[in-house]
T-cell receptor, first 116, second 114 residues
Framework: GAGVSQSPSNKVTEKGKDVELRCDPI?????LYWYRQSLGQGLEFLIY????????KSGLPSDRFSAERTGGSVSTLTIQRTQQEDSAVYLC??????????????FGSGTQLSVL | GENVEQHPSTLSVQEGDSAVIKCTYS??????FPWYKQELGKRPQLIID?????GEKKDQRIAVTLNKTAKHFSLHITETQPEDSAVYFC?????????????FGSGTRLQVQP
């Protein structure tokens, strides 16, 4: 595709509900990241997928958060039993990886999650 | 894991002045240090990056310096313009062998006053 695509762009949910956020990376990009950005705050690392390697889940804030990447392409971030503090913009990014590449991350436009 | 600290959190300069943003990192194995710019309501975009085998890199009005010994790197913007107003994020990671995810600093909100 032309860029990293995320859906939905906005999601409003009630506390306690589960949500799924989707990310379509740039075709051919083997690395995929999820970050969380609260209002006016920095980029908090959540999870990192790289090729066929085991994902780096060290940034997931609790066991309510999980992510999958199917077929090395599309990724889904799932938040179970949402809490108000989960409200934030969830950004996905992808990059091509390899010796000599510039490791540039291409970000999606994000999913604004609001938990009421 | 890696920890990146960034200062200042906000910076206001007059148009034409220089701006400097500083970051420190904790993991001596990190070898890749990019800077991202995020304009209001937009997604972050890479503006410059540096690898640990060089000490300085320039691209027109922006430059980045790296001090591996001190685990410190900085972004320098000269002749600032109003369109430079944005939030700037530094980041650090290990690339190539044994790669690790990018860890970002907390961001610096730069305001260039016309």
């Amino acid at each position: 595709g032309a860029g990293v695509s995320q859906s939905p762009s906005n999601k409003v949910t009630e506390k306690g509900k589960d949500v799924e956020l989707r990310c379509d990376p740039i075709s051919g990009h083997t690395a995929l990241y999820w970050y969380r950005q609260s209002l006016g705050q920095g980029l908090e690392f959540l999870i990192y997928f790289q090729g066929n390697s085991a994902p780096d889940k060290s940034g997931l804030p609790s066991d309510r958060f999980s992510a999958e990447r199917t077929g090395g392409s599309v990724s889904t971030l799932t938040i179970q039993r949402t809490q108000q503090e989960d409200s934030a913009v969830y950004l996905c990014a992808s990059s091509s990886v390899g010796q000599g590449s510039n490791e540039k991350l291409f970000f999606g436009s994000g999913t604004q999650l609001s938990v009421l | 894991g890696e920890n990146v600290e960034q200062h200042p959190s906000t910076l206001s300069v007059q148009e034409g002045d220089s701006a400097v943003i500083k970051c420190t990192y904790s993991d001596s194995a990190s070898n890749y240090f990019p800077w991202y710019k995020q304009e209001l309501g937009k997604r972050p975009q890479l503006i410059i990056d540096i690898r640990s085998n060089v000490g300085e890199k320039k691209d027109q009005r922006i430059a980045v310096t790296l001090n591996k010994t001190a685990k410190h790197f900085s972004l320098h913007i000269t002749e600032t313009q109003p369109e430079d107003s944005a939030v700037y994020f530094c980041a650090a990671s290990l690339m190539d062998t044994g790669r690790r995810a990018l860890t970002f600093g907390s961001g610096t909100r730069l305001q260039v006053q016309p």
